[in-house]
């Protein structure tokens, strides 16, 4: 049992190239997210999903994309990268969004130059 | 909307000494609230959360917290620091008023001296 498990775990990007990161958990949640964490600034909501093939816009969604194709599975894409997206992105899941813990995975660390 | 707030950037202790990260919330209808740690470049782990009950939640690594819900407050604490508790904690509130979205307080770091 892995867990949530991202894919890569560091990149460097130069502006204007695209990547895709994966996210994929073991535990059959329906719920999965995407997070990116910036110094003082906590974790701020990118995008998430309900369920297989549904994705819904968070508190910055901006520059990035999403698919839910599989539910064990939930991909972030940067179709043209920004020094602005430098950060450090989480993915999580839960079972439910309600009154249930959230699994994350260990982070990716990315930097665009 | 939901909100919570994390009032301290930084808390120092030392080992042997009580511990209480603070955390205020504001939401309408009855909070779901959430405490998480984050070790160095590690991903974020759940410690402990209150949905209803009592207002003192036990969680992992002898942590709890207490709903104070006439000050809005969900603040944890520890009787003992130790050193590994040195972290980053995050508050989180959750599902309140039937929204997806949880929100995340800008996180406290814990840091207890030897």
């Known amino acids: 049992n892995a867990g949530v498990t991202q894919t890569p775990k560091f990149r460097v990007l130069k502006t204007g190239q695209s990547m895709t990161l994966l996210c994929a958990q073991d535990?059959?949640?329906?719920?999965m997210y995407w997070y990116r964490q910036d110094p003082g600034m906590g974790l701020r909501l990118i995008h998430y999903?309900?369920?297989?093939?549904?994705?819904a816009k968070g508190e910055v969604p901006d520059g990035y994309n999403v698919s839910r194709l599989k539910k064990q599975n939930f991909l972030l894409g940067l179709e043209s990268a920004a020094p602005s997206q430098t950060s450090v992105y989480f993915c999580?899941?839960?079972?439910?969004?309600?009154?249930?813990?959230?699994?994350f995975g260990q982070g990716t660390r990315l930097t665009v130059v | 909307a939901q909100s919570v707030a994390q009032p301290e950037d930084q808390v120092n202790v030392a080992e042997g000494n009580p511990l209480t990260v603070k955390c205020t919330y504001s939401?309408?209808?009855?909070?779901?609230l959430f405490w998480y740690v984050q070790y160095p470049n590690r991903g974020l782990q759940f410690l402990l959360k209150?949905?209803?009950?009592?207002?003192l939640v036990k969680g992992s690594y002898g942590f709890e917290a207490e709903f104070n819900k006439s000050q809005t407050s969900f603040h944890l604490k520890k009787p003992s620091a130790l050193v590994s508790d040195s972290a980053l904690y995050f508050c989180?509130?959750?599902?309140?008023?039937?929204?997806?979205?949880?929100?995340f307080g800008r996180g406290t770091s814990l840091i207890v001296h030897p």
């Open positions: 999580a899941s839960s079972y439910s969004s309600v009154n249930t813990e959230a699994f």
């Open positions: 535990m059959n949640h329906e719920y």
């Open positions: 999903s309900v369920g297989e093939g549904t994705t």
């Open positions: 939401v309408s209808g009855n909070p779901y």
């Open positions: 209150y949905i209803t009950g009592d207002n």
């Open positions: 989180v509130i959750d599902g309140a008023g039937g929204s997806y979205i949880p929100t």
